[in-house]
């Protein structure tokens, strides 16, 4: 059974990924900054390419590289990159950050991770998906220490994390040097909590814009920043 999800541009084939298209990774893709017009790009943990595909749609980048450390989700990104109109500017690593960071010595004007976030540990009996999942994976610590290694002097880095964990995210990263520019608190619905929270990094310290997104006004009622910020990839949009 095809597990096909189509945006405007580009489908994806997520039948071996442990991780399916969300609503995180599509508005990481949709909400990173391109201002600086940066000419490579890296995203750390692609699973289906979803996040590295919507980058490719917006910009211009010539070298847009993604790793993932699962073979069966590198595997399916590989082909869901081929069979993009972009292929040419997409290329995928089989690895974990920390062999990648010791391997390579390029340096990225835009990084972007939808990171696994859930700190507790409970198995799900499936090692993909929880490896897609838990951040003992990729520990917080690690993913930033990679980034302040990879990411160009003028580069900028963009993660999308619980609300719960921001203000720990944010030390860790000013230890490394890198500072939140921009940060975007998103609530499912007008009385929900903020559930989620966009940050955008830099090594400049400068004051930090912080907006809000609100998704829905009622189920599958969507906002007019919603609609404005992803409108160019859902078909429903």
């Known amino acids: 059974m095809s597990e096909l999800f189509k945006f405007k541009q580009f489908e994806i084939n997520q039948d071996r990924c442990a991780m399916k298209i969300g609503t995180d990774g599509v508005l ?7 201002d600086n017009a940066p000419e490579t790009i890296l995203d750390i943990g692609t699973g289906t390419g979803v996040i590295a595909l919507m980058l490719a749609q917006r910009g ?3 070298v847009i590289d993604a790793i993932e450390i699962d073979a069966a989700a590198y595997e ?3 082909d869901n990159f081929e069979s993009s109109s972009w292929g040419d500017r997409l290329y995928c690593y089989h690895a974990g950050l920390d062999e990648f960071v010791d391997e390579i010595d390029d340096k990225y004007d835009l990084i972007v991770c939808n990171p696994p976030f859930y700190s507790e540990t409970v198995t799900s009996g499936n090692l993909q998906r929880d490896q897609a999942r838990q951040n003992e994976f990729l520990p917080f610590s690690e993913l930033l220490e990679g980034v302040s290694k990879l990411l160009s002097d003028n580069g900028t880095f963009a993660t999308i994390i619980p609300f719960k964990e921001k203000e720990s995210f944010i030390k860790i990263a000013t230890e490394l040097g890198l500072f939140v520019n921009e940060c975007l608190h998103v609530k499912g619905n007008p009385t929900a909590e903020i559930k989620r929270t966009l940050l955008s990094f830099s090594r400049n310290d400068s004051p930090s814009k912080v907006t809000d997104l ?3 006004t009622d189920r599958h009622v969507y906002t007019t920043d919603y609609v404005e910020l992803t409108k160019d990839f ?3 949009m």
């Open 28 to 34: 990481l893709g949709a909400w990173a900054n391109l």
């Open 60 to 62: 211009a980048a010539e």
């Open 76 to 78: 399916q990104c590989v």
């Open 214 to 216: 609100i998704i829905e």
């Open 234 to 236: 859902y078909l429903k």
